[in-house]
């Protein structure tokens, strides 16, 4: 597992923001690992989930992972814009009242 948080100095203190993780698990089709974000509603849409995600992606890519996957609910249009424009190739699956999301990290 590997989790990154995003912090901002309030008041002399530093307050967590937001914050983003992966964990692996083996496929048959290669090393994949689950993802997952978490932004304080004040700080969303100021691309911190996008941030993370770049920088996920690069430590994934180190460790030989090939994909990310997520569950993402139909009505959260702003994860699935993170994921859209994080420019990776993606795939996207209706899944009982979710969308599985699949990031592509090769290439």
């Known amino acids: 597992m590997?989790?990154?948080?995003?912090?901002n100095e309030s008041r002399g203190r530093?307050?967590?923001?937001?914050?983003?993780?992966?964990?692996t698990f083996n496929r048959p089709a290669g090393r994949s690992a689950e993802v997952a974000f978490l932004v304080e509603e004040d700080y969303s849409g100021l691309g911190?989930?996008?941030?993370?995600?770049?920088?996920l992606t690069r430590i994934a890519r180190e460790k030989g992972i090939s994909q990310f996957e997520a569950e993402v609910l139909p009505r959260n249009k702003a994860?699935?814009?993170v994921f859209r424009?994080?420019?990776?190739?993606?795939k996207l699956t209706p899944a009982d009242d979710t969308i599985h999301v699949t990031l592509s990290l090769n290439g």
């Open 2 to 7: 590997v989790a990154l948080v995003v912090t």
């Open 48 to 55: 911190i989930a996008g941030r993370i995600l770049k920088h």
């Open 14 to 23: 530093d307050a967590i923001i937001g914050g983003g993780r992966y964990v």
């Open 85 to 90: 424009r994080s420019a990776l190739p993606m």
């Open 79 to 81: 994860m699935l814009a």
